[in-house]
């Protein structure tokens, strides 16, 4: 696999990078004991030899949900209340007790920790019967999963972060041969399950683990989420809901920056419990006044289709899953659905996770299984595709990354789940051969030498709030760079007043002063705006690293464009992001690139668009194929 990207005088092929394997392995465990994983985590971490043949997985995230055991009914009950049982079935509880999903991370319990020991005391839990209960499962819970998984992956891998919270469990395993340096791990977590009144219980919710791993010349972020949302059939919207909230709650990297583009590559995993819902392909099934029979048509249907596509007519099969595709809550309506590549994957269009990827499950649901079988179904739930491995990935890292192995384990039979694996292989993003850890090459070059862009008639469009909230936003615009402090405000000063001169005179008084704000590059702001346009702002940056580095370099950057809500009482509320990668505004030398129109989202939800033009200037160019800085920029706002 080998990737090109364009800059400079032409293209760089990037074999020389080798490529980074990772899994994602996602199981809700069932308040079980469990000693065999040998089917759902390969042993000794080894690829598929489709993959790599004799190869490795660098990175392995482990997700679990309903993780307790070793502590007795009895106990639990003392703890934390009747019906809270070690060995209780997560999608009975509370029945005709509805939990309303929070709208935003105020009505969540979340908090954020940089750079955690991964031992498993590192990690606190929440004070009162909840921590109490968490002491038992140190000892009783914890010690056991960490001997079964260092004994099936071996002494090649390490533990190198964990989130536990109460029955919710996310790990990371990197391989010896990779560096994740303890200053880039964080961990967090956001709770959206019981509403104890001041905070929200850990039942349901998510775990974060953001993290870089370096290899060889190469260092790339990446971050996981292990998530548990609301059971039950007829709530996706309080799924999607939960997914918010998990997004705004987390707090990871910057705040004022969507979760989504927080790192190179981002991997969603869990029981989402996302159900199969017939009703809007096939309505006559839910036709009659008794609610059991329409149940019980229901899931003879969905388990005749469960049968059918793993039957040996391949054309029955195909239209089986075609159906059950289609009856995914979260499945349905994704752009990529009717691709005759099964492998390829489908692009999420629901109000939550907007613009991630998945692919089509080519196994039988993993939901509501009988225990000890491989797929007996239980008639009380429908069978559905309640577990779940998404991904994203920053602008033009779309063909960096191969998803494969997307399996269900059906011989793990302790659970009524059954897990999920699905492996990627990816192009990691470069770095200068001696710095393996970001931030790197940062440096204040001879102003002459300096790589510069400008972004100019830039504006947003159709703004929408993603809380409730009457006021009509005052955005305003940051720029910010992937790479810690690369981006910096480029002041016009002393030897370049000639450059002030020769701009566009509707624009002297906005540069002049932009020149004086902050190091984070912005905008002005406007009031009461859902449609700003910034047509006579003009707005220099400089990117810090050493003109000596290969432009291929700029490829792996992105300029990350956050709309903000102004306010002068507390800090700017983010609005939204767009993502630009530095290689696309250098990729054609001394034209302008455009965006137009580009969906802004924030937490998993597109909130407007933004439009804009960049040009850029690199030492390395010629005269010739960019002119002088200066003019290039004077000239393109006139008109």
Known sequence: MSVTVAGGDGADTM????????????????????????????????????VQKGGFYDLIAVGMQECVFGVSDEEVTELAGEGYGANYDDDDLLDDKPVTAPESATAASHATHRAPSPSPKSTKSQGGWGSMLMDKLDNRCTGHIDGVFQEHLGSDYVLVAQVRKMQMRLRVYAHTSVVVPKESIETSFCNTGLNMGVVRVANKGGQIIKLTACKQSTATSFCFVNTHLAAHEGRAEERDSSIRAIMDGVGIGRRQVDFSFQSCYSFWMGDMNYRTDLAPLEPDLFKGDDAKERHAAVWQRVHGLTEDMAGEDAVKAAAARTILWNADELLRGSIGMDDPDLDAPVTMNRVALHGWKTLRPMYKPT??????????????????????????????????????????????????????RCGFTIIPTLLPRGQETPPFALCAPDEDAMIKVAAFDLSCGDIVRDVESRDIPDPLLKFYCTLQGALEEYKVKGKKKNFLASLHKSAQKAVKHLAGSSSTPQTTWKKNDVNPVWKDEIKLMKVMLSPDLPITVLGDLHILVACLDHDDGSADDRLGTVVIRLGDIFAKPGEVFEVKDALMRNNGKVIGTFSGKFVAFHPSFTKKQNGPFDDKIATVPAK
Do not use: M, Q
């Open 367 to 420: 939901f509501k299984v009988v225990r000890e079988t491989p797929h007996d179904y239980v008639e009380k739930r429908i069978p559905s595709y309640t577990d779940k491995v998404l991904w994203t990935n920053l602008a033009g890292f779309e063909d960096r990354i191969r998803p494969h192995d997307y399996a269900s384990v059906p011989e793990f039979k302790s659970s009524d789940h059954k897990p999920v």
């Open 15 to 50: 074999e020389h990078r080798g490529e980074l394997n990772v899994l994602c392995c996602t199981a809700n465990i069932g308040n079980t004991l469990f000693t065999d994983i040998s089917g759902w985590v390969p042993k000794n971490g080894a690829t598929p030899d489709s």
